[in-house]
């Protein structure tokens, strides 16, 4: 049973204008997120974090924004640069375990 | 400041033999992570160590994985005995504590022929 759920395998998007990523959880008690930027044949790299105490993290042109009632977080990046082309993974950190748990990825393709 | 690394970053091998997978944790780190991904998936957890001791080895899929961390930084992961369905990026990541953001290296791909 998938905990963290990204379901847009892909996205396009045209540089200049906003990518925004989704990501559902199931699990209530999950109160720390993240997402992670992947390049081919390297290690997942952090983004950005939220914890749930806030509704929105903003860090450059990219913002985390937390539905908790939804259960639903999303990556926003404004504006799109053609550098930003990578997989886009959300993860949910169990503070039971100290594990992540991530979603299976988006891909994004930042069209030039 | 150095990252986490991996090596090798390739590694193929048959079906039944050992292998095993090293990573080098950020200097400092307490904690470290191993996680595998298999194609079209996130990272999948599968063992975590505080200093030289596994704290939670639940992700580990069966007796034929084993993680060592003996002196608190280097870790090994060993496979025995393997299979093709082993087939993965292995990767590790650490952080300074149990709640901090984790780093990750940039894994090692096994392939099991």
């Known amino acids: 049973d998938q905990q963290v759920k990204q379901n847009s395998p892909s996205l396009s998007v045209q540089e200049g204008r906003i990518s925004i990523l989704n990501c559902d959880y199931t699990?209530?008690?999950?109160?720390?997120f993240l997402w992670y930027k992947k390049y081919p044949a390297e290690g997942p790299t952090f983004l950005i974090s939220i914890s749930s105490i806030k509704d929105k993290n903003e860090d450059g042109r990219f913002t985390v924004f937390l539905n908790k009632s939804a259960k639903h977080l999303s990556l926003h990046i404004v504006p799109s640069q053609p550098g930003d082309s990578a997989v886009y993974f959300c993860?949910?950190?169990?503070?039971?375990?100290?594990?992540?748990?991530f979603g299976t990825g988006t891909r994004l393709k930042v069209l030039a | 400041g150095a990252g986490v690394s991996q090596t090798p970053s390739n590694k193929v091998t048959e079906k039944g033999k050992y292998v095993e997978l090293r990573c080098d944790p950020i200097s400092g780190h307490t904690a470290l992570y191993w996680y595998r991904q298999s194609l079209g998936q996130g990272p999948e957890f599968l063992i975590y160590f505080q200093g030289t001791g596994a704290a939670d080895d639940s992700g580990l899929p069966n007796d034929r994985f084993f993680a060592v961390r003996p002196e608190g930084s280097v870790s090994t992961l060993k496979i025995q005995r393997t299979e093709r369905g082993d087939s993965a990026v292995y990767l590790c990541a650490s952080s300074p504590g149990a709640l901090d953001t984790q780093y990750f290296g940039p894994g090692t791909r096994l392939t099991v022929l």
């Open positions: 993860a949910a950190l169990d503070q039971g375990t100290y594990k992540y748990i």
């Open positions: 699990n209530s008690m999950f109160d720390y």
